[in-house]
């Protein structure tokens, strides 16, 4: 089993940026890829970006492409979304997930989620 807690949400203006934590414990992360997706009031959950946890390899949705940055850092079995140039349409509850063996923006192919982390952006 795998816990995930994120951190780092909050309010910021437009142009503005904010960086995202994922915490891990439980089970060792070795070939797991770790992902953020968003989730808009009346929306979907959205993908955002993914990582390979070993490799490094990443991923991003176009809509935050050349904007925001995933990394993980595997001391720590944190990841982290540094979200640059930030947008009103960027508001959205975030929330950090894991999955075994699997690699892309899917949600349902993830298997365990955080709680989620708030953030707003005004314009």
């Known amino acids: 089993q795998v816990q995930l807690v994120e951190s780092g949400g909050g309010l910021v203006q437009a142009g503005g940026s904010l960086r995202l934590s994922c915490a891990a414990s439980?089970?060792?992360?070795?070939?797991?890829?770790m992902g953020w997706f968003r989730q808009a009031p009346g929306k979907e959950r959205e993908f955002v970006a993914a990582?390979?946890?070993?490799?490094?390899?990443?991923y991003y949705s176009d809509s935050v492409k050349g904007r925001f940055t995933i990394s993980r850092e595997k001391v720590k079995n944190t990841g982290y979304l540094q979200m640059n140039s930030l947008k009103p349409e960027d508001t959205a509850l975030y929330y950090c997930?894991?999955?075994?063996?699997?690699?892309?923006?899917?949600?349902?192919?993830?298997?365990?989620w955080g709680q989620g982390t708030q953030v707003t952006v005004s314009s």
């Open positions: 990582v390979t946890w070993s490799g490094g390899s990443t």
């Open positions: 439980g089970r060792t992360f070795s070939g797991s890829t």
């Open positions: 997930a894991a999955a075994r063996a699997y690699w892309g923006p899917s949600r349902d192919r993830y298997d365990y």
